[in-house]
């Protein structure tokens, strides 16, 4: 499928996605003419790399696991720990946002205390 179908789908702008080509990040296949031809497996790979972003992984470091994916699953061990730490990241952010709710719960009761 052609780039402006996958930037259709995804959501991503195109140029986003040639950005991502350029950083190793994309390996989109070639049509005889030239022209990118993704597959429903770039597709997913594109899912989970937005998923990884979403979830605060670094470009950089998402091009390294990009980079350990095409090595093969030699790399495994080393795309499972970047997980985990990025796991660990998230559950830090999750508990700084529990300790804001908190305290923002603790000014509301305050409030309605007040009413």
Not at 28 to 46: F, K, V
Not at 78 to 95: A, F, I, K, N, P
């Amino acid at each position: 499928m052609r780039i402006s179908q996958v930037s259709d789908r995804t959501g991503l702008p195109i140029s986003t996605l040639r950005y991502y080509e350029r950083r190793g990040i994309l390996e989109p296949g070639r049509s005889p003419e030239g022209h990118r031809d993704y597959t429903e497996g770039d597709l997913a790979w594109i899912a989970f790399v937005q998923r990884l972003l979403e979830i605060g992984m670094p470009l950089a470091q998402v091009e390294e696991y990009a980079r350990l994916r095409r090595e093969g699953d030699s790399t495994v061990p080393q795309r499972l720990e970047m997980l985990y730490r990025q796991r660990r990241e998230l559950e830090g952010r999750m508990r700084k946002v529990r300790t804001q709710m908190d305290f923002i719960d603790r000014k509301i009761d305050i409030y309605r205390r007040m009413l």
